[in-house]
């Protein structure tokens, strides 16, 4: 019997950004080609793999602690393989065998091509010994070599680890040339690379025949997107002019946005492409011009502005979400101030706010002391997420009285849980449930139904809201040939 025959267990843990969800989907799909099926249990599995960011150093951590907690799981089990990849393996490389022994393996952003071939080469060894595939850094050759050794990894798919069955990531570029002097994304995935247009076009036309409607456009700054085929320049905008009449595709967005690459053909794609959601994730990141500066994001509040006053004047009622960094160095309580009230003036449709955490091999770790102390950042942080909250639900209650149009995911996270609680449900509960989706602007949407409409478009009528939810009732859904029928409401 060959190792192939083995029907082996896998256990992926992956932490980070949609980015990372997709290289797991990936790999997992070319390991399930080799025989691998997943678990849940680290414990029952033989081949045990963490998929890792470095972007917050609480995400390393965490990291770190589950690799301790294997040791003593390896040690009663030494078959075991485990394999770290991601922006860590990339990043950290030879520290993490160093932090964690029991480790077999570390793959980079730009090596996940290499895994199924460590793992075989782990689990023949007649002796553990320690394996690394990664990629240049930064300074470690030409551009073209370094950008060479980051290999896009886009080659199978695996319907089981995608958000849901009918929506897919599909990366359209890699790595990034930006050098925001916080951040370790240009290290740890490297050169910014575009693939070429006619293989995402077949990419999306596969899930297309997979039954996806819904897809996400991935890149690390996705509309500095660019790539010569045949003689054509393509940006996003073309990209998704070609992309826009895949049979079966309904709805298409694209994360995460460059402010200074927010061009006008852009958002004119935008508002002209009916399956293009009417929703931008630009990040300001911060309110203050010296912040900015001290940040290398390449911009000015007036330009943000700038192109804040286009968006608003190109696309009527986009929803536009932020990101933001508190107690960055330098920081004063003025700065801070001119980051509240960026979020008053733009009224974002939600803000990812996070605390600075200085990171190892970054220019900001260089060049400037981390010297906002831990409490002030606790309070600025509090002060930026209760301003964000009270603005979405202003803005959210005027969605009140109106209809939405909704993609049903499935049951909501609250249903999903009381489900796990109601493990034997009661005969004749109703088969109502909360279901979730999302409304063409991004909007969480919630509202009873049954199940069986995930994939769905629904028409849902807002009667109350949250800061982060809409909570309504279904009034219409569409069904396969593209009209509406009248749904009852479900008890
Ligand atoms: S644009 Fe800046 S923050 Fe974003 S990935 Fe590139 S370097 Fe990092």
């Not at 089990?77 to 485990?82: A, F, G, L, S, Y």
């Not at 029991?102 to 793959?107: E, K, N, P, Q, S």
């Not at 932020?322 to 160095?329: E, H, L, N, R, T």
């Not at 249903?415 to 509960?429: C, F, I, L, N, V």
């Amino acid at each position: 019997m060959t190792d192939q025959d083995h029907n082996h267990q896998l256990y992926i843990e992956t932490v980070g950004c949609q980015m990372n969800m997709l290289d797991s989907e990936l790999v997992v799909a070319a390991l399930r080609r080799d025989g691998y099926v997943l678990t849940d249990s680290p414990k029952q599995a033989d081949t045990i793999l963490f998929n890792t960011c470095s972007v917050r150093e609480h995400a390393e951590h965490k990291i770190y602690s589950a690799l301790g907690r294997l040791k003593y799981v390896r040690r009663n089990n030494p078959q075991k393989v485990i394999g770290v990849m991601g922006c860590m393996a990339q990043k950290d490389q030879d520290l993490i065998f160093r932090r964690a022994p029991h480790v077999d393996f570390v793959a980079g952003t730009g090596q996940l091509a290499e895994i199924p071939r460590l793992i075989q080469e782990t689990r023949s060894a007649e002796k553990r010994a320690p394996h690394k595939a990664v990629s240049l850094g930064r300074r470690d050759g030409s551009v073209s070599e370094i950008a060479g050794s980051f290999q896009s990894y886009d080659p199978l798919r695996d319907p089981e680890m995608r958000p849901t069955p009918f929506q897919a990531f599909v990366r359209i570029m890699i790595g990034c040339d930006k050098f925001c002097t916080y951040c370790v994304v240009p290290t740890t995935r490297g050169p910014e690379q575009s693939r070429p247009p006619s293989q995402i076009a077949n990419e999306v036309s596969v899930l297309a025949g997979q039954g996806v409607k819904e897809i996400t456009l991935l890149g690390q700054t996705v509309n500095s997107y660019r790539h010569t085929e045949n003689g054509q320049l393509y940006q996003l905008s073309d990209l998704l002019e070609r992309i826009h009449d895949t049979d079966g595709i309904e709805r298409i967005r694209f994360v995460t946005n460059y402010p200074k690459d927010m061009t006008d053909d852009l958002l004119q794609a935008v508002r002209d492409l009916p399956k293009a959601l009417r929703y931008l994730h630009v990040p300001l990141q911060h309110g203050c011009n010296e912040v900015l500066s001290r940040m290398k994001r390449g911009y000015t509040v007036e330009d943000y502005d700038d192109m804040m006053h286009r968006i608003r004047a190109t696309i009527p009622n986009c929803s536009v979400s932020s990101d933001f960094i508190v107690g960055f160095c330098g920081e004063t309580e003025q700065a801070h101030q001119k980051s509240m009230k960026a979020l008053r003036d733009h009224r974002f449709k939600n803000s990812f706010i996070f605390k600075y955490s200085e990171r190892d091999g970054t220019k900001a770790e260089r060049l400037f002391p981390d010297d906002v102390d831990d409490s002030t950042k606790r309070r600025r942080n509090n002060e930026m997420l209760d301003l964000q909250n009270r603005i979405s639900e202003e803005d959210n209650s005027e969605f009140i009285g109106g209809k939405v149009r909704v993609l049903v995911e499935g049951p909501s996270k609250s249903a999903t849980k009381q489900a796990a609680r109601d493990a034997e449900p009661m005969p004749g509960k109703p088969l109502a449930t909360q279901l979730a989706g999302r409304s063409e602007c991004d909007r969480i949407v919630v509202f009873d139904g049954n199940p069986r409409l995930a994939g769905s478009t629904a028409e849902v009528e807002v009667h109350d809201c949250t800061g982060t939810t809409l909570i309504g009732s279904i009034v219409t859904r569409e069904v396969q040939h593209g009209s509406t029928e009248l749904l009852p409401i479900l008890s």
